[in-house]
């Protein structure tokens, strides 16, 4: 890559994205290559979540799943993530 180019392998949509998202990565003390990775693992957290909450619903044990659907709230709200949306 030349000296002073700015090579990105993500798609911003538009420059003015791309200086918020720089600006929102810095503000959380991260990259942008920190922050995609954040990202990058919620989603897979959410993916892993929404598996097993079908796999313990597929063997007709509802408690089960509500009992995890606490626990992921309780998880979020040690964490300060409580009533966040995704």
Same mark, same amino acid.
């Given at each position: 890559m ?10 911003? *949509?538009?420059? %003015? $994205?791309? $200086? %918020?998202?720089?600006?929102? &990565? @810095? ?6 290559? *920190? ?5 990058? %693992?919620?989603?897979? &957290? ?8 079908? &796999?313990?619903?597929?063997?007709? @044990?509802p ?6 659907? %606490? @626990?992921?709230? +309780?998880?979020?709200? +040690? @964490? ?7």
């Amino acid at each position: 890559m030349k000296k002073g180019t700015d090579a990105s392998l993500i798609r911003w *949509g538009s420059q %003015e $994205r791309k $200086r %918020e998202i720089a600006s929102l &990565a @810095k503000c959380q003390g991260k990259s942008v290559n *920190g922050l995609v990775n954040t990202w990058a %693992e919620i989603v897979l &957290a959410q993916t892993q979540a929404e598996d097993s909450f079908r &796999a313990t619903a597929s063997r007709g @044990k509802p408690a089960r799943l509500i009992a995890l659907l %606490e @626990k992921m709230d +309780r998880d979020d709200a +040690r @964490k300060g993530l409580a009533d966040t949306q995704p």
